[in-house]
């Protein structure tokens, strides 16, 4: 059974400075990985979306990578700025269904 | 539409009473998903509708939760006899095809209705 987990839980850190965001899924076999922000109240905005045969993934400031022999991936955000604040959400899809399995997120603060 | 829309936005009901959630795809999406997100949890699975196919509705967490979706577009989640366990933010996603259907575009998410249950 997959199961997705995100360290830390909440993050708060001064604006510019770059950070990563940690996901880890316990079973290898994904088919992709999709990296969500979701603002206070509201619902959920793709980021990245990574296959399983890409290591990594950018959009701008934002970097995901992918390995899936240690079931890890990682969101880096450069130069990081106060619109970042936010909760992070990664999703894991194992091969063979069809479902995404959320992690529990990281919310963070990006201070002025 | 241009995204994926919900309605209503928030929803607050008593105890018992029945309510009805909406969701309105993007324009040509097969796959249409629920998920329940609850106060300081992850998403949960609900249901899983893909083009004609019967859906998969096996997350739903009791026989109180139905779901259709009618004419392959509009969907509507319906939760009989309301509990306070209930409450949550409910949000529907889309997707250009479902997996094992040639692609894999990734969910495209709506704002969520917050159902306050009282």
Known sequence: KQEVTQIPAALSVPEGENLVLNCSFTDSAIYNLQWFRQDPGKGLTSLLLIQSSQREQTSGRLNASLDKSSGRSTLYIAASQPGDSATYLCAARTSGTYKYIFGTGTRLKVLA | ?118
């Open chain 2, 1 to 118: 539409g241009a995204g994926v829309s919900q309605s209503p936005s928030n929803k607050v009901t008593e105890k018992g009473k029945d309510v009805e959630l909406r969701c309105d795809p993007i324009s040509g999406h097969t796959a249409l998903y629920w998920y329940r997100q609850s106060l300081g949890q992850g998403l949960e699975f609900l249901i899983y509708f893909q083009g004609n196919s019967a859906p998969d509705k096996s997350g739903l967490p009791s026989d109180r939760f139905s779901a259709e979706r009618t004419g392959g577009s509009v969907s509507t989640l319906t939760i009989q006899r309301t509990q306070q366990e209930d409450s949550a933010v409910y949000l529907c996603a889309s997707s250009p095809s479902g997996p094992g259907t040639g692609g894999d575009y990734g969910y495209t998410f709506g704002s969520g209705t917050r159902l306050t249950v009282v």
